[in-house]
């Protein structure tokens, strides 16, 4: 376990998950995306983590399951306070009831 303190250690931590999410399977590389930019933002490293997101859903069509992963984007990003790029991504989701449930807590949201 690392000390997220540890700057060095940290910047080995993201370069190496960086590394693994351009590496990443097709099928494994939204998810990969989507862990760093929860990585991203444990670390307070919030612009980057919306970045990471992006990538992630770049991708989503090539994950197990692209409707669950861009609900979570969609609702991650809404929680950073990026309601903007949240209800950009809620739309793009193929399953009528997880879209529905990103617009309805995007429109819920102040």
């Known amino acids: 376990m690392w000390d997220a303190r540890d700057i ?3 910047v080995r931590v993201l370069a190496d998950a960086r590394a693994s999410a351009e590496e990443a399977a097709s099928s494994d590389r ?9 990585l991203l933002l444990h670390l307070g490293a919030v612009e980057e983590a919306v970045d990471a997101s992006d990538e992630a ?5 090539e994950s197990h ?24 991504v809620a739309p793009t ?9 990103a617009l309805a807590v995007i429109n819920a949201s102040a």
């Not at 692209?66 to 209800?87: D, F, H, M, T, V």
């Not at 989701?93 to 449930?101: E, N, Q, S, T, Y």
Request: a positive charge; proline letters at 2%.
């Open 93 to 101: 989701i193929r399953d009528d009831a997880r879209r529905a449930r």
């Open 57 to 61: 859903t770049k991708f989503a069509d």
């Open 30 to 38: 939204a998810d990969t995306w989507d862990d760093l930019a929860r």
């Open 8 to 10: 060095g250690t940290a």
């Open 65 to 88: 399951d692209p409707s669950k992963l861009l609900l979570l984007i969609s609702k991650s990003l809404l929680s950073l306070g990026r309601k903007e790029k949240a209800n950009e």
